[in-house]
């Protein structure tokens, strides 16, 4: 399994498996895989001939006020995971391989990107679509696999597969969570032991709330209030949002009489984690 930096020599190997007649699925990451980034891999690998898993922390996704300089990193980890999964290539650029310094085109989506996580993080997804579309571009692969966790991420870019007319298919993929409920992220290696035992209040309001669901309650103010009170007996968790939207819009809904997505941030000291559920109906 190679380690490329270049997108001209990511392009020609992929060249060269499309005239083998193989497929290609991508598993677009940031590094520092975890137990979920495996579970995206495995399935790619199941599913595609071949199968390029992109390790690179894009810069252009964080705020000034973000953890850009202190994001984790371990590509000789990341190698090793990628080859137990049975990954074909890690696809591993410095920011000056995607970023020309007089980079100036960037993919920016309205409505799905303004509400959740785009209220506190306003240039966040303009720097995911980019950077996957550049990904999308480099690769062209058949199929790419996101995680559920970030459903507000997979929702864009679903949508900007579809406006873009990109052809690709995208696959979301069920959440990875310890043993304790805390969904699996690089940022929980952020944690204190106290914050880490604090953080499973995320998995405990999910579980609250999808209960509540399956009781029959359909009022969100009510699912909500009970998910926030129980949030706000932690004293280490600060809350950005809890929020159910509607599951196409993510527009702010008073009822579940629709499919919806529960979806919340919460801050732990510095680290912010996500988290959420689906409530069919
Ligand atoms: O989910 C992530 O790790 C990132 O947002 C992604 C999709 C790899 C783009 O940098």
Redesign the pocket.
Known sequence: MNIISSPAEVRAMVREWRRQGLSVGLV???GYLHEGHKSLIVRAVAENDRVVV?D?V?PI?FAPNEDLASYPRDIEADARLCREAGASLIFHPEPSDMYAPDFSTFVDMKGLSENLCGRTRPTHFRG?CT??SKLFNIVTPDRAY??RK?AQ?LAIIRRMVRDLDFGIEIIGCPIVREADGLAKSSRNTYLSPEQRSAATVLSRAAALGLGMMEDGERDAAKVLGAMRSLIEDEPLARIDYVSMVDFDSLQDVERADRPVLCAMAVYFGKTRLIDNFVFEG
Do not use: A, E, I, L
């Open positions: 677009p990451t940031m992109s690179f894009n996704q995911v950077v996957v996101f995680g970030d991420q």
